[in-house]
T-cell receptor, first 114, second 115 residues
């Protein structure tokens, strides 16, 4: 199957700083990428959908100015958590897909804000 | 609206015994249904998918699931559990047949396998 790589796997940052998470499709071009958030022992919640070259579509309740998503190429999407606070600590997972094919998930990024 | 309910948050089985993870869904359309597995601090791996073809779907690692429209269920089974099956399992629905957009995840079932 196709490979999606997320970087970093884990990151610790100070409150008030910004953190960028990268999601790359290594061996295919992804027309759409999705960003999910997973709280401890809970399920995945879709945060936003990004299509290459256009603005991301955010789910209700997700602050677009807080979670900046850029999908500059068909193989790379980034999620930037701006002015991070402890409540932003979570496991963030991306998925990438070609049109109407399986969505492939990255390994996730554990963010801890101290 | 679409939703998915995993009926058990935890399931514990002995190695070599059958596994049953239960999932019920709600969808206004002909849905696509998936089961994903997540090992600790790892991403998700697709086990199997139903996209309006055969109702009995076979997946990887000996797992299979049966789509029952009359019961709105998509339970995951495996005849004989292996220690390596211990993980978190998510039942997922997509409102569009054949599509992967807007995946809606169940709460997850943690499978423990004892020797």
């Amino acid at each position: 199957g196709a490979v999606v790589s997320q970087h970093p796997s884990w990151v610790i940052c100070k409150s008030g700083t910004s953190v960028k998470i990268e999601c790359r499709s290594l061996d295919f071009q992804a027309t759409t990428m999705f960003w999910y958030r997973q709280f401890p022992k809970q399920s995945l919640m879709l945060m936003a959908t990004s299509n290459e070259g256009s603005k991301a579509t955010y789910e209700q309740g997700v602050e677009k100015d807080k979670f900046l998503i850029n999908h500059a190429s068909l193989t790379l999407s980034t999620l930037t958590v701006t002015s991070a606070h402890p409540e932003d600590s979570s496991f963030y997972i991306c998925s990438a897909q070609k049109e109407n094919t399986e969505a492939f998930f990255g390994q996730g990024t554990r963010l801890t804000v101290v | 609206a679409q939703s998915v309910t995993q009926l058990d948050s935890h399931v514990s089985v002995s190695e070599g015994t059958p596994v049953l993870l239960r999932c019920n869904y709600s969808s206004s359309y002909s849905p696509s249904l998936f089961w994903y597995v997540q090992h600790p601090n790892k991403g998700l791996q697709l086990l199997l998918k139903y996209t309006s073809a055969a109702t009995l779907v076979k997946g990887i690692n000996g797992f299979e699931a049966e789509f029952k429209k009359s019961e709105t269920s998509f339970h995951l089974t495996k005849p004989s559990a292996h220690m390596s099956d211990a993980a978190e399992y998510f039942c997922v629905v997509s409102p569009f047949s054949g599509g992967y957009n807007k995946l809606i995840f169940g709460a997850g079932t943690r499978l423990a396998v004892h020797p």
